[in-house]
Each structure stands twice: as structure tokens, then as C-alpha cells.
């Protein structure tokens, strides 16, 4: 580290610098990501020392962060839910399956997730002594319920359904897997990272929510398409008791336990989820995720034109292409246009994500490039 302090000029002259080598979003197809809204960028600003860590010295951030939860369980047809705001879907499902692992107390616990399930899972199996148990798909990349029936046992603590898989954008059969959890007296954890701000507005949208009886627990992130800052997630639990076995004694703090993950934590975030949610109304994400779905059947029906087609219809703003040898495709579109795309693990695809900051101009763009690539 320097001796002296360098001034403020020279500082922000060498951030600024190092600002324009990231991306501006522009051509980026393969993030979940995008600018998130001014005011929550404000809200963010205004917030910004606040820390939920210590809740008993923010009553009023901790307020908020109650406020955004009862908004997030009223979009998922949770009218008393309970929860936290975390700093993301790994979080979220960290804290899910420590909870369902905390209740059940059985030895060797295992967790049936889809084969489609976010790395995080991987974490999960890593750090928690939970066997994570991975269910085959069916040709629709949804997780085939046979596959999941066959994997559980009597030590099976829970599912995890996936609405909105990272790779196709696909939801899970939520409402067989909520019956079947029922059946076998399991939790069941939905993880909506990234469709719990997309499926309420979509045209024919999938029960994936607490509406369905089993559903135990949803993770959703504001930080996604909810248009909220950087680390905003949500976890949100039908029974309070999961939050309970979720608690540390916290001694030398204002308030006795805490239930996140993190010991000091961002209420910037908090207040600007607040912020964007209450400003934006179900209205406001509804015109935003009719335009990204715009977006989405614009970049397929211009695929098909060429002769590439999607593995399945997409369900939401997410789209694997099937295109000969994915990955060079990739590296050609990255290194000769600029722009960045994602491959899907299984079959490899070309991913594409249709976030806000897409426009129609730069599918037109892409899609001439993309046609250039495979030679069409
Ligand atoms: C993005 C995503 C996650 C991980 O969320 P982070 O906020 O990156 O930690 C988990 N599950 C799904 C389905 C996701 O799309």
C-alpha cells in the first residue's frame, strides 16, 4: 500500500480510466444482470452506511426490509410470508436448504434438485453435508418427475424445483413436485432467482408460488429482473420457523439473534429494492417484461429466418440456440463483433439472456453477425 494518501483528482481520474474497461451492458446477451433503476440507484446512495447486520440501531432500514419481503410474498401469492433480504439467489439457497437441514435433523440428509440447478447447489453439497441428489431432465429440459420420485429415500429432506433455470429460462413441473412433496411430508424450495420478477407477468404464467401447498420456500432476486442494485436477494419462507432455525446468538450487538448469512449487511440494497418496487408497481414490470419477451420472440423468429432453432420455446426471456460447434460460434461473436454470449452446459447452446438494456437495433446487429458466423 502507498505511504502517502494520493489525492482525489488523481484518484478518480485512474477510476474513471478503469470504469471504461468494463462492460456498458451494450453488448452483453449472456447476463441476468442489467443497469438497475435511477432510484433505486438513489435510494442505494441515500442508504448507503446502513447495516442490517446490527438491525436494532436501523429501525427504520429494518422496517424497509420488512416492507420489501411483504411486496415480494404478495407477487408470490404469499400473503404472510417471512424472510430476509439477501445478497443473492446463492444465498437464498444456501439459507433454504440450511433451514430444511436444521428442522429435519436427519442423518445423512439429501436434497433432490434438478440436473438444470444453478452452481450454487454445488456450493451447497460442498459446505453443508447435505448430498445433493441431481434429477434427469426430460426432453423439455424440465425435470422428469420419475427421475426425482426414483431419488428419494428416507433421508431425503426436501426438493428444490427450479422456476426460470439459468441455462433455458424453463420452469419445473412446481405443482407435481408441490403434491409429491406433500405426499412424502418433504420440503420443497423454489428457486425463482431469477423468474420470480418475469413469471407474474408473463402471458400464460406456471404456478411455481406459495400458492401451491407444498412450496416451502421461495428464492427471488430483486437484483436481477426486479431492477434493484447489487447484492439484493430475496428469501422467503411460508413458516417463520425456518428463520428461527436459521438463528446465531449474536452477543455484543443491539439485538440478540441475527438469521443471514453474513454478519454485516447492506441495507443500501434494501432501500433501494424498496425504492424500484414501489415505484414501478406491477405495472411497471409488466411493461417491462412484455418488452423483454418482445425481445425474445424477435430474436427467435429472426433465428429461425437464418435456419437455427431454439431447443424449446422459450418460456421466458431466456434462449438456447442450437448452433453447430457453440463454443467457437461463441468465441467468434466475441472476438470479431463483441459481443457476449453463454453456452448452456448440456447440449451446448448459445445462450442468450434479453435483459432491458437490449434493444431492437442491436438484435438486428446481432443477428447479421450471428448468420456471418455460421455461414448461413
Ligand atoms: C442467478 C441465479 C442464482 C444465483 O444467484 P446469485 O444472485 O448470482 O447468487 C441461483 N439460481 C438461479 C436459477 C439463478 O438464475
Known sequence: MNENGVSEKEIFAFLNYTKTRDTTYERVLSAMCTHPHKIAVEAHMQFIEANLGDFGLFPGTHDLEKEVIRMMGDLMNGPSVHGYVTTGGTESNIQALRAMRNISNIRHPNVVVPESAHFSFD???????????KAALNPEFKVDMNSVRSLVDEHTIGLVGIAGSTEFGQIDPIKEMSEFAVEKGIFLHVDAAFGGFVIPFLKHPQPYDFALDGVTSIASDPHKMGFSTIPSGGLLFKDPVHLKHLQTHTPY??????????G?????????????????????????????????????????????????EPVMNVVALDVPDADSVRKRLREEFGWQVSITRQPRALRLVLMPHVTKKNIELFLHDLKTVCDL
Request: charged share 20%; hydrophobic share 40%; net charge negative.
Open 123 to 133: 456450493k451447497i453439497a460442498d459446505m453443508l453435508e447435505i448430498k445433493i441428489r
Open 253 to 262: 450487538l443491539t439485538v440478540d439473534t441475527q438469521y443471514s448469512l453474513t
Open 264 to 312: 454485516t449487511r447492506s441495507g443500501a440494497t434494501v432501500a433501494g429494492t424498496y425504492a424500484v418496487m414501489k415505484h414501478l408497481g406491477k405495472e411497471g414490470y409488466q411493461h417491462i417484461v412484455d418488452q423483454c419477451m418482445e425481445l425474445t420472440h424477435m430474436i427467435v423468429t429472426g433465428a429461425r429466418d437464418i435456419g437455427i432453432e431454439p431447443l424449446i
